[in-house]
Antibody, heavy 115, light 108 residues
Framework: EVQLVESGGGLVKPGGSLRLSCAAS????????MNWVRQAPGKGLEWVSS????????YYADSVKGRFTISRDNAKNSLYLQMNSLRAEDTAVYYC????????WGQGTLVTVSS | DIQMTQSPSSLSASVGDRVTITCRAS??????LGWYQQKPGKAPKRLIY???SLQSGVPSRFSGSGSGTEFTLTISSLQPEDFATYYC??????????FGQGTKVEIK
């Protein structure tokens, strides 16, 4: 059974940093591109970042470019999102989702940016 | 960037009703579209892939159609567990991958 479990969310002050993790199981993690998607409170879904299976291709939404860094460790079946210079508008539930076509999603982890 | 325009943004319907939700792409995306259901406090769940293929385990009352720029999700007979928010997602041209704005299906 495919499972994706996010962790690392929490309350952080504006300008602060946070690192999210997504632990994958039930499939060959190293064969799949992975994605981060977020959802601000009461809002829709927003794509954040994607990374190919071997980390050769990495993409970011304009809203996070230069502040967020996606990475993965295929030996540990884990996906990461390093978030720096956090802003109030980054407050959201962050989901990891598997490619292709976002077929499986984790349960999400809440990031709250507030003073 | 490809924009996905989803309509309506919300609708009220009764159990047993037929419900139709539409997504329009700003340019052709072939059939590279999925439909997702999200219940409050839960992660999105894929219902339809490749515009019209039913995800394994999803009830057959859900169906998808369309190609190019116009796509439809239909629930043939709305059930109590179907009250949720529905999103489309295009994965034809990226980045960015783009979602529709969502359609909240509420009880009439």
């Amino acid at each position: 059974e495919v499972q994706l479990v996010e962790s690392g969310g929490g309350l952080v002050k504006p300008g602060g940093s946070l690192r999210l993790s997504c632990a994958a199981s039930g499939f060959t993690f190293s064969s799949y591109s992975m994605n981060w998607v977020r959802q601000a409170p009461g809002k829709g879904l927003e794509w954040v970042s994607s990374i190919s299976s071997s980390s050769s291709y990495i993409y970011y939404a304009d809203s996070v470019k230069g502040r967020f860094t996606i990475s993965r460790d295929n030996a540990k079946n884990s996906l990461y999102l390093q978030m720096n210079s956090l802003r109030a508008e980054d407050t959201a539930v962050y989901y990891c989702a598997r490619d292709p076509e976002y077929d499986y999603w984790g349960q999400g982890t809440l990031v709250t940016v507030s003073s | 960037d490809i924009q996905m325009t989803q309509s309506p943004s919300s609708l009220s319907a009764s159990v047993g009703d037929r419900v139709t939700i539409t997504c329009r792409a700003s340019q052709g995306i072939r059939n590279d579209l999925g439909w997702y259901q999200q219940k409050p406090g839960k992660a999105p769940k894929r219902l339809i892939y490749a515009a019209s293929s039913l995800q394994s385990g999803v009830p057959s009352r859900f169906s998808g159609s369309g190609s190019g720029t116009e796509f439809t999700l239909t629930i043939s007979s709305l059930q109590p567990e179907d009250f949720a928010t529905y999103y489309c997602l295009q994965h034809n041209t990226y980045p960015p991958w783009t979602f529709g704005q969502g359609t909240k299906v509420e009880i009439k």
